[in-house]
């Protein structure tokens, strides 16, 4: 019996680790700069993510800077801009209770073509908690709200 509970108890640890860490890759035919255009834009997130109502910063976007968001639920959140490479790269995080979630979004160019990934993670003491509460969620949003950013870039371009 025990040995059921030890093997039932790593499984449901691995499943965990693996919802707390995902991302989204598209490839693009638009330049990196449109995408990151649309990325930087706070107060027209809601035009792309499918989960939130409206996005609000009042300041810069870069090291440092804030923002709020409200979901369509009506959650509101703070993130912070805690990595920023101007023109390839953001990291922004989300205190939780006792961890955190940090969503990564970036720009690279391989093989003479153009990607952009959106990450997501789950950190801390209550990483796991959170990544199955709130992980499958955005894990399944997050495809169409990439391929709502290439269509918002093709309609700019």
Not at 48 to 58: F, H, T, V
């Amino acid at each position: 019996m025990k040995t059921s509970a030890i093997i039932l108890l790593t499984t449901i640890t691995l499943q965990a680790q693996n919802q707390r860490n995902f991302s989204h890759t598209i490839q693009t035919n638009n330049a990196p700069e449109a995408i990151w255009s649309i990325w930087t834009n706070v107060d027209q997130w809601h035009e792309w993510d499918i989960g939130l109502k409206s996005a609000e910063m009042n300041e810069v976007f870069s090291l440092g800077a804030r923002e709020e968001i409200l979901s369509l639920e009506g959650q509101k959140s703070s993130f912070k801009v805690v990595e920023f490479v101007e023109d390839e790269s953001y990291t922004m995080k989300v205190k939780l209770p006792l961890g955190s979630m940090l969503i990564k979004r970036f720009l690279t160019y391989e093989n003479e073509k153009n990607y952009f990934t959106h990450q997501i993670s789950f950190k801390g003491l209550t990483g796991g908690i959170f990544a199955r509460m709130l992980g499958k969620k955005f894990k399944t949003m997050l495809p169409q709200a990439m391929q709502n950013i290439e269509i918002l870039a093709n309609s700019r371009s």
